[in-house]
C-alpha cells in the first residue's frame, strides 16, 4: 500500500473512488479527531481496512457471472449482496462499474460499448449517452466525474467481485410509503388505529399522537369517533385525496373499529361531489404545438399515468406520425407492446430501446408524464407537455387534445421509413430479452445491450443519407 499525503484531499478522494484499484491512503489517528487533517499528536496511522473495520464495513466477495456469460465488448448488469454493478468485458478484461451514471443515475449495465474511429471505445450510459472507460470507470478528456469501480477477479469457478457492505439493518414504516405518493401526487387513502377514545391523553400503552405525525403528509386528516357521521367522512377523505392527488388519513380508536352499521347506513359515494376535468386549450398553445409537430422529422411521444383515458387518441396520433410511443414506469401496459410502435418503459426500471428512441429524437411530445427522476426525460431535446396540472414541472402548453392530428401533414420520405424501421426494431425487443436474459440475470433488461448498434446499422442501410 502506497502512503500518501494525509489531508483533506486525500479521504475525499478516496470516497469518491471507493477502492477501485487506485492507491489507497494511510489516515492518521486524527482523522477520528473534531477537524481533520489536524493532527492531535499520537500519528498513529491505520490502513483503509482499519478504517473501514471501524466503521462497520467489511469487504465480502461474490460470484456475480459464470466465465462465459459476458461475452468481449458487453457489458451486463450484475447483483453483489446489496450492490448493483455493470460488470464489463473489453479486451480480454473484466471490469465491475457502479451502475448509476453520476449525472442523473442511468443504468449504465443498459447502456453499450461503442468505439469511436479514432479507436477509443467507451461504456455509454443509456439515457443521456455520457461515456466512461469501460474497465476504469474514468470519463474521457479532462473530466473527473468517472465512475466508481471494485475489485474484480477471474476465477476458474467464475467471476468475482469486491464491495463493502454496512453491518446494520435500515427500517420502514406506512410513512415512508405515504411520503412517496404525496410525491408521485398518487392519491392514497391511510387508515390507522388508535387507543380507545377513553384513555386518550393520559398516556395509555401504544398512545400516539397520529393526528401530529401524519399532519406534514397528509392534506387531510380526521380522528373517527362513534358517534360521527361515518360514511360522510369517508366519502370526504376518498374526495380530498382524489381531487387534491394527495394523502388522506382516518384515525379509529378501538372502539369505533368494532362498531355495527345501522340499519339505514348507506354507503357515499362520488355522485355529485366530483365534477369535470376537462380543459379546453388555448388556440395559440395548440398552434404552436402544431408547428412543432409539423417541423419534427423524428418526434417520439411519451406517455403518462394523466393519460390513461385517451390512448386511443393518442395511439392514433402516433400511427400517424409513426413515432415510437414510450411510458413511464407508472403508465407500463398503457400501450400494448404488441403494438408496432411501442417502445417499453422510458428510464431507471425502462428498456434500452426506448432511452434510444429518446435520445435519437428531435421533439418529444409527452403526454400526462411528471417529468420524475426515476423516468429521466432528458430537458435537452424540444418538448410539447401536455398536462392539466400547471404548477408541475417544465410546464410549456397547456392541455391539449388529440384534434390536432388531423392538421398534421403525412410524410413518405425516408424520415417515415425510419420510423417504420425503428417500430419494427421494437417487436424484437421481447425475443432479445429472452435469448440475452438467460445470460446475464433472470430480469433480462441486460439483454438489449447490442440493440442499439444493431439498430444504427440497420438505419444506415435505410437512409444512407441521413
Not at 478522494?13 to 477502492?19: D, G, L, N, P, V
Not at 403508465?331 to 430501446?353: E, F, Y
Request: some cysteine.
Amino acid at each position: 500500500m502506497r502512503l500518501c499525503e494525509i489531508n483533506s484531499s486525500c479521504a475525499l478522494k478516496h470516497a469518491h473512488a471507493e477502492y477501485s484499484g487506485l492507491s489507497l491512503c494511510a489516515f492518521c489517528q486524527c482523522k477520528r479527531s473534531g477537524e481533520p487533517p489536524l493532527c492531535d499528536g499520537s500519528h498513529k496511522q491505520i490502513g483503509q481496512e482499519e478504517l473501514d473495520a471501524d466503521q462497520g464495513l467489511e469487504r465480502v466477495w461474490y460470484k456475480v457471472a459464470e466465465r462465459d456469460d459476458v461475452q468481449d465488448g458487453e457489458v451486463c448488469g450484475v447483483q453483489a449482496g446489496t450492490r448493483t454493478l455493470a460488470l464489463t468485458r473489453f479486451q480480454g478484461q473484466y471490469g465491475a462499474l457502479d451502475n448509476a451514471c453520476p449525472h442523473e443515475g442511468g443504468p449504465l449495465a443498459e447502456g453499450s460499448i461503442e468505439c469511436e474511429e479514432a479507436g477509443d471505445c467507451w461504456l455509454r450510459c443509456p439515457w443521456h449517452g455520457w461515456d466512461f472507460h469501460p474497465l476504469t470507470g474514468k470519463s474521457p478528456g479532462s473530466f473527473d466525474d468517472g465512475v466508481p469501480t471494485v475489485p474484480v477477479e477471474e476465477r476458474d469457478d467464475g467471476i468475482y467481485v469486491q464491495v463493502l457492505e454496512q453491518r446494520e439493518r435500515t427500517r420502514t414504516v406506512l410513512l415512508t410509503g405515504l411520503w412517496d405518493a404525496k410525491v408521485d401526487r398518487a392519491p392514497v387513502l391511510a387508515l390507522t388505529g388508535q387507543v380507545n377514545t377513553q384513555v386518550f391523553g393520559p398516556g395509555a400503552f401504544q398512545e400516539i399522537d397520529l393526528a401530529s405525525a401524519f399532519q406534514a403528509v397528509s392534506t387531510f386528516s380526521q380522528t373517527v369517533l362513534p358517534g360521527s357521521k361515518h360514511a360522510e367522512l369517508m366519502t370526504l377523505a376518498l374526495k380530498h385525496a382524489i381531487v387534491e392527488r394527495d394523502v388522506a388519513h382516518l384515525i379509529f380508536p378501538d372502539e369505533v373499529q368494532v362498531v355495527p352499521a345501522g340499519d339505514d347506513a348507506k354507503p357515499g359515494g362520488p355522485g355529485g361531489r366530483l365534477g369535470r376535468t376537462h380543459i379546453t386549450p388555448d388556440q395559440a398553445s395548440v398552434a404552436d404545438a402544431v408547428a412543432c409537430i409539423t417541423a419534427a422529422s423524428r418526434p417520439v411521444i411519451i406517455v403518462g399515468y394523466g393519460a390513461r383515458d385517451c390512448m386511443d387518441a393518442v395511439t392514433a396520433m402516433a400511427e400517424r406520425l409513426h413515432a415510437p410511443v414510450l411510458t413511464t414506469f407508472k403508465a407500463k401496459g398503457q400501450i400494448s407492446d404488441a403494438h408496432p410502435l411501442a417502445g417499453g418503459v422510458l428510464g431507471r426500471s425502462g428498456t434500452p430501446i426506448a432511452s434510444w428512441c429518446m435520445n435519437e429524437a428531435d421533439l418529444l411530445i409527452v403526454l400526462g408524464a411528471s417529468f420524475s427522476n426515476h423516468t429521466g426525460i432528458t430537458p435537452k431535446k424540444p418538448i410539447i407537455q401536455v398536462d392539466f396540472e400547471q404548477m408541475a414541472k417544465d410546464r410549456k402548453f397547456n392541455r391539449t387534445t388529440a384534434g390536432m392530428v388531423v392538421t398534421i401533414p403525412s410524410d413518405e420520405g425516408c424520415e417515415q421509413a425510419h420510423r417504420r424501421l425503428v417500430g419494427v426494431e421494437l417487436g424484437k425487443l421481447t425475443r432479445e430479452r429472452r435469448v440475452r436474459g438467460k445470460r446475464c440475470g433472470s430480469s433480462g433488461r441486460g439483454g438489449c445491450r447490442n440493440l442499439r448498434r444493431r439498430l444504427l446499422r440497420a438505419l444506415t442501410g435505410k437512409c444512407a443519407t441521413n
